[in-house]
């Protein structure tokens, strides 16, 4: 089956401005959580949407924000960007809920990310 | 949530048997420890996880004491392609925050 999608690849802004990422989970999952990469700070986990709603989120400013889609794909926005909001951005989609017996409950497939340069 | 504590580094030649080892001294009774591997500009991809004992899958072993404070990842005869970053991560999802720490920079020497 399809992987996890996620546009654009490259996106370079200006300050201030405003990016909004785009992200398709596996067919069948529910869950997508969002992170932020960075070489100082590692991985950094910023939300996750399991059906519709936001179920957890991580200590990131308001500026930081998402939503998902009945069809499970969801969006991720930034606003007033800052230099130090250049980073890889990751979207993983899993099942969300316990899935079968042999599955692995709590694995996370993840998409190529989204690299975002702020200038 | 429990926290992981990692090498930040290790190195090892083609060949050998690489073991990685993860502290969790906090880990709650549903946690389940999973590791995943990244290269670099890539998504993290999933290796194995584990509860307690032993598991096995085509790339790795998952070594789990019973105390489960700790677990170490082996991976068999490395090649150059598996350098990479290797995280664990124990957690028992659902309304849990996944961390990743900072993870552990595999180098593989020919």
């Known amino acids: 089956k399809a992987g996890v999608t996620q546009t654009p690849r490259y996106l370079i802004k200006t300050r201030g401005q405003q990016v909004t990422l785009s992200c398709s989970p596996i067919s069948g999952h529910r869950s997508v959580s969002w992170y932020q990469q960075t070489p100082g700070q590692g991985l950094q986990f910023l939300f996750e949407y399991f059906s519709e709603t936001q179920r957890n989120k991580g200590n990131f400013p308001g500026r930081f924000s998402g939503r998902q889609f009945s069809n499970s794909r969801s969006e991720m926005n930034v606003s007033t960007l800052e230099l130090g909001d250049s980073a890889l951005y990751l979207c993983?989609?899993?099942?969300?809920?316990?899935?079968?017996?042999?599955?692995?409950?709590?694995?996370?497939?993840f998409g190529p990310g989204t690299r975002l340069t702020v200038t | 949530l429990a926290k992981t504590t990692q090498p930040i580094s290790m190195d090892s030649y083609e060949g050998q048997e690489v073991n990685i080892t993860c502290s969790h001294n906090n880990i709650a009774t549903n946690d389940y420890i999973t590791w995943y591997q990244q290269f670099p500009s890539q998504g993290p991809r999933f290796i194995i996880q584990g509860y307690k004992t032993k598991v096995t899958n085509e790339v790795a072993s998952l070594f789990i004491p019973a105390d489960r404070k700790s677990s170490t990842l082996s991976l068999p005869r490395v090649s150059l392609s598996d350098t990479a970053v290797y995280y664990c991560?124990?957690?028992?999802?659902?309304?849990?925050?996944?961390?990743f720490g900072t993870g552990t920079k595999l180098q593989v020497i020919p």
């Open positions: 991560l124990a957690y028992s999802g659902g309304y849990q925050k996944v961390t």
């Open positions: 993983a989609s899993s099942l969300g809920i316990g899935g079968t017996t042999g599955d692995n409950l709590y694995e996370q497939y």
